[in-house]
């Protein structure tokens, strides 16, 4: 064990494969659809997988059912802390990724959530990394390491009860999570409205019913874009010529530590944190290596974007223009034709400048940022929220694992 522990009275000590079921059972039929949690779905801070996807199972990945637990194995997976339980799943059962471990509690031993919080704390993690060999960039665990881990195990009912505290915590982090997917599907809809479907205040307005669109009443033109007719006074631009698109830092992944002063933005989501910032400020970002290449998402404030992001802010002339905007209008651009590479997908900067961005006329966009700004506020507040929680679950979770503090 990493930290010498006193052993808590009516505790005992035993090997984790003792303790849980280190290699469950799980039958699945070959060439049937079953739910798929690939890696790139945990993000080391929520305690499920925050989607579900859908593929034929062809024999390949881990296997799981309804209550276990997915333990990323490879470096950095595993170092960023991508555990997860498993909950939901159509029929109970499904497979992921080849390079989880998968944990389940064992009747009368051991409580399936408590296995998943065990799993999270240093007992489990710090010899597993220890424990990894293999080339640079692709080492794995050794479960034979991991299954002979000596760990501290409470009753059941005691395992029951600290379970359901950091639940608790666990909880409030899931529903924020769901008002903030909710709030930003409302924004998206708002743009959407306003801006694809060109539904905005004052539509039904034309100067005769000759210059109307049939299905909006107003003056259309031909953009000779793919966004083909919008409204009078709307301009279709390259992305060089509205907005500043920059690569982030690289960093090395030896400095991306658990906790920290800024959180560090990698190719899709927080990936840790790091005592510097290179981002003043909410900014739009575009995934440009890698398979999520032409993800389009956010940073919440200050921050650290590494080299696997750009970083995109308006250019000074387009001063008007929102970060929730450029956010917004980035995913309804065609992104996606930047994108270059099979085997190692990358979007370049050269490449991206060339894209078209729809831009509504400056009045009615900021009218639409000024509404836009309270789901915002609302949404990154909600974000905040959920990283004290994080927090305070994450100091709670070793003192209670260990027996230092009781319930």
């Given at each position: 064990?990493?930290?010498?522990?006193?052993?808590?009275?009516?505790?005992?000590?035993?090997?984790?494969?003792?303790?849980?079921?280190?290699?469950?059972?799980?039958?699945?039929?070959?060439?049937?659809?079953?739910?798929?949690?690939?890696?790139?779905?945990?993000?080391?801070?929520?305690?499920?997988?925050?989607?579900?996807?859908?593929?034929?199972?062809?024999?390949?990945?881990?296997?799981?059912?309804?209550?276990?637990?997915?333990?990323?194995?490879?470096?950095?997976?595993?170092?960023?802390?991508?555990?997860?339980?498993?909950?939901?799943?159509?029929?109970?059962?499904?497979?992921?990724?080849?390079?989880?471990?998968?944990?389940?509690?064992?009747?009368?031993?051991?409580?399936?959530?408590?296995?998943?919080?065990?799993s999270r704390t240093d007992t489990i993690r710090d010899p597993a990394v220890k424990s990894m060999v293999g080339a640079s960039g692709r080492q794995?665990?050794?479960?034979?390491?991991?299954?002979?881990?000596?760990?501290?195990?409470?009753?059941?009912?005691?395992?029951?009860?600290?379970?359901?505290?950091?639940?608790?915590?666990?909880?409030?982090?899931?529903?924020?999570?769901?008002?903030?997917?909710?709030?930003?599907?409302?924004?998206?809809?708002?743009?959407?409205?306003?801006?694809?479907?060109?539904?905005?205040?004052?539509?039904?307005?034309?100067?005769?019913?000759?210059?109307?669109?049939?299905?909006?009443?107003?003056?259309?033109?031909?953009?000779?874009?793919?966004?083909?007719?919008?409204?009078?006074?709307?301009?279709?631009?390259?992305?060089?010529?509205?907005?500043?698109?920059?690569?982030?830092?690289?960093?090395?992944?030896?400095?991306?530590?658990?906790?920290?002063?800024?959180?560090?933005?990698?190719?899709?989501?927080?990936?840790?944190?790091?005592?510097?910032?290179?981002?003043?400020?909410?900014?739009?970002?575009?995934?440009?290596?890698?398979?999520?290449?032409?993800?389009?998402?956010?940073?919440?404030?200050?921050?650290?974007?590494?080299?696997?992001?750009?970083?995109?802010?308006?250019?000074?002339?387009?001063?008007?223009?929102?970060?929730?905007?450029?956010?917004?209008?980035?995913?309804?651009?065609?992104?996606?034709?930047?994108?270059?590479?099979?085997?190692?997908?990358?979007?370049?900067?050269?490449?991206?400048?060339?894209?078209?961005?729809?831009?509504?006329?400056?009045?009615?966009?900021?009218?639409?940022?000024?509404?836009?700004?309270?789901?915002?506020?609302?949404?990154?507040?909600?974000?905040?929220?959920?990283?004290?929680?994080?927090?305070?679950?994450?100091?709670?979770?070793?003192?209670?694992?260990?027996?230092?503090?009781?319930?």
């Amino acid at each position: 064990m990493p930290k010498t522990q006193s052993q808590p009275k009516n505790w005992q000590k035993m090997k984790f494969k003792d303790f849980a079921n280190t290699s469950p059972s799980v039958k699945l039929e070959r060439g049937k659809e079953y739910p798929f949690i690939p890696m790139e779905v945990l993000d080391g801070q929520h305690k499920f997988p925050f989607e579900v996807r859908h593929k034929s199972f062809s024999g390949g990945g881990s296997k799981f059912a309804n209550g276990d637990t997915i333990f990323a194995r490879i470096t950095p997976c595993l170092e960023n802390g991508k555990i997860a339980r498993v909950e939901d799943l159509e029929d109970g059962v499904g497979f992921g990724s080849t390079e989880f471990f998968v944990f389940r509690g064992k009747d009368g031993v051991s409580d399936s959530d408590f296995v998943y919080y065990l799993s999270r704390t240093d007992t489990i993690r710090d010899p597993a990394v220890k424990s990894m060999v293999g080339a640079s960039g692709r080492q794995r665990a050794d479960k034979g390491v991991v299954d002979n881990v000596q760990v501290l195990a409470p009753s059941l009912s005691q395992q029951k009860k600290i379970a359901d505290v950091l639940s608790a915590y666990d909880d409030l982090i899931e529903n924020n999570t769901k008002r903030i997917k909710i709030l930003e599907e409302i924004a998206q809809a708002i743009y959407k409205e306003w801006f694809v479907y060109f539904r905005f205040p004052g539509h039904e307005k034309a100067k005769s019913r000759s210059e109307r669109s049939s299905a909006t009443g107003i003056k259309m033109i031909d953009s000779k874009t793919e966004f083909g007719k919008i409204p009078e006074g709307w301009e279709v631009k390259k992305i060089k010529d509205v907005f500043d698109v920059k690569y982030g830092k690289n960093l090395p992944t030896s400095k991306i530590e658990d906790a920290g002063k800024y959180p560090v933005y990698g190719a899709g989501g927080v990936i840790g944190f790091y005592d510097e910032q290179n981002s003043n400020g909410k900014v739009a970002l575009i995934t440009c290596r890698g398979n999520g290449s032409g993800t389009v998402w956010r940073t919440r404030g200050l921050g650290f974007v590494t080299n696997n992001s750009f970083v995109v802010r308006q250019k000074e002339e387009y001063g008007h223009v929102s970060f929730e905007t450029i956010y917004f209008a980035l995913k309804e651009a065609n992104v996606d034709s930047a994108i270059s590479g099979s085997a190692q997908p990358q979007i370049t900067i050269e490449s991206l400048n060339f894209v078209n961005v729809l831009l509504p006329e400056e009045n009615l966009l900021k009218s639409f940022q000024h509404i836009i700004k309270t789901n915002f506020d609302l949404i990154d507040s909600l974000f905040i929220e959920n990283q004290n929680l994080c927090k305070a679950r994450d100091l709670l979770l070793p003192k209670l694992v260990s027996g230092e503090i009781r319930v």
